[in-house]
């Protein structure tokens, strides 16, 4: 309920699958309407990345909802994204609730218990509507996934217990969107057929006038109208990537060659986005079965969910005797967080967090050793890159302490601590702070570091990208017929 007891305009966005612009949708949309003067907070109420942002509560959420939240101008809110799963393994993920870590649960396991999570998801939601104008709701892959109804947190069971009304979003760039929306109005009940208002078509490449017909055909067979088809955005690229997999595997034809092995459990991978961003940077994603090139001028060992089973996955490709001989030629090493652990020379896991307890062989190019440890540190954080002097600003979002020679020669301070590591000669660092190369004085020193030059504002860069997307939206879909949606549910 709103701050006058009253129900607050809602509407949600469910889509045909996962990675149909449900999130960018959802972020453009809340600029939309923020810009008309009204108060748009984002929600989801359950979310699978590891890709995390860290809120003013200390609180994890899915970075989407970072990037919604920023459409909206307002600061992000482990309420925005009650429920967060972590994959750990093919087979489970830790569980996070409002922000925090609630335990660790097999798929099948989650599948049981995900019902006795939703009185957090209605809080959340509630709490969130005593301070909205508007709530933006994403959905998480597709309501036709009718075998996972039972308990369903994060479409139909939400909206229908909620009373939210919901836009449905269709992929054209895939094929099969015909069947794929008017399938969907078939395998869901009559209820949730109902509770769908309206329907969309995203990322369509060409003439739009060209879909005409089947618009027409969508609207006959499934009854809902259409509010428009969206032409690919192609500034989408400029914003954050919420999936690793939407991730290009090669930006930019710039003179620093930049390298980033994509172990299993790849997490917070926007740090890359900045450097991916800049002209004269080359970004190349390493993928399994591939060696890591011989002419890089730096490796980036990325965060993960997982460090000591990432190691292993990181030596299963032979990646580390590519690293070793990188180093060898001179070439420099950067750790973010989880890769940063893999430099030192051992990791522990007495508690068994990761799995077995036990303590495994790091790269050994720190000299610095990790303990994992079952408390987890979520903070933002502002601080200063030692040897430039540049202001950095990130967060930290780990398990484990590391200690040892090299940490005597810090990479950053933080919070009035010192944080990182580097090697006598230089060529080997690791810190935790994720999200550095978003401060633009830092990033600048570091490529000129390599005899490369920064031409980029990555915040500013962001912003134009979301004003062009809301640009992109408010002329190709009916936003007057989304906001009447949205406020139908008022009464």
Request: one cysteine or more; aromatic letters at 6%.
């Amino acid at each position: 309920m709103g701050a006058s007891g009253k129900r607050q305009a809602a509407v949600m966005i469910q889509g045909t699958g996962s990675n149909v612009g449900k999130s960018v949708i959802v972020a453009g949309l809340a600029r939309v309407f923020a810009r008309r003067g009204l108060r748009v907070l984002p929600f989801k109420p359950q979310n699978m990345s590891n890709n995390a942002a860290v809120t003013a509560e200390g609180g994890e959420i899915g970075r989407a909802q970072a990037l919604q939240a920023f459409g909206a101008r307002v600061a992000p809110s482990i309420h925005m994204n009650p429920v967060l799963l972590k994959p750990e393994s093919d087979s489970g993920s830790q569980i996070i609730v409002q922000g925090k870590r609630f335990g660790t649960l097999k798929a099948r396991e989650f599948g049981k218990q995900k019902g006795t999570l939703f009185p957090y998801v209605q809080e959340s939601f509630e709490h969130l509507e005593r301070d909205a104008d508007l709530i933006l709701v994403e959905g998480a892959g597709s309501p036709a996934e009718i075998n996972l109804r039972a308990g369903d947190i994060a479409n139909m069971g939400f909206a229908e217990a909620l009373d939210v009304p919901v836009i449905f979003a269709g992929d054209i760039d895939r094929g099969g969107v015909i069947a794929s929306v008017v399938g969907t109005s078939v395998v869901i009940e009559p209820s949730e057929r109902r509770r769908i208002k309206a329907f969309f078509i995203n990322k369509f490449r060409g003439d739009p006038s060209l879909f005409d017909s089947g618009l027409t055909e969508i609207e006959n067979r499934s009854g809902w109208p259409s509010l428009g088809v969206v032409p690919w955005f192609q500034k989408a690229g400029d914003l954050p990537e919420e999936d690793a997999l939407g991730l290009d595997d090669k930006r930019g034809q710039g003179k620093l060659k930049v390298v980033v092995p994509v172990i299993s459990r790849i997490a917070n991978f926007d740090d890359l986005d900045p450097l991916r961003l800049e002209e004269d940077v080359t970004l190349r994603l390493i993928y399994p079965g591939e060696a890591l090139p011989g002419d890089a001028d730096l490796v980036l060992l990325p965060g993960t969910k997982s460090t000591m089973g990432d190691l292993a996955f990181l030596r299963a490709q032979g990646w580390h005797i590519d690293i070793a001989a990188h180093v060898r030629r001179g070439g420099r090493v950067l750790g973010i967080c989880g890769g940063y652990q893999m430099l030192g020379r051992t990791i522990s896991d007495p508690n068994g967090i990761e799995g077995p307890a036990g303590t495994i062989d790091g790269l050994g190019l720190l000299d610095v050793e990790t303990v994992l440890t079952a408390e987890k540190h979520v903070v933002a954080q502002t601080g200063t890159h030692l040897s430039s002097g540049e202001a950095v600003s990130g967060y930290e979002i780990h398990i484990g302490r590391t200690a040892g020679r090299d940490c005597a020669r810090p990479f950053l301070t933080l919070g009035g601590h010192e944080d990182g590591a580097q090697s006598a000669d230089g060529q080997v660092a690791g810190t935790y702070l994720h999200g550095l190369f978003g401060s633009d004085g830092f990033r600048a020193a570091f490529l000129k570091g390599f005899g490369a030059r920064s031409t980029l504002g990555y915040s500013a860069k962001v912003e134009l990208a979301m004003e062009a997307l809301a640009d992109h939206l408010e002329e190709h879909l009916d936003c007057d017929r989304i906001l009447e949606i949205a406020r139908s549910r008022v009464g």
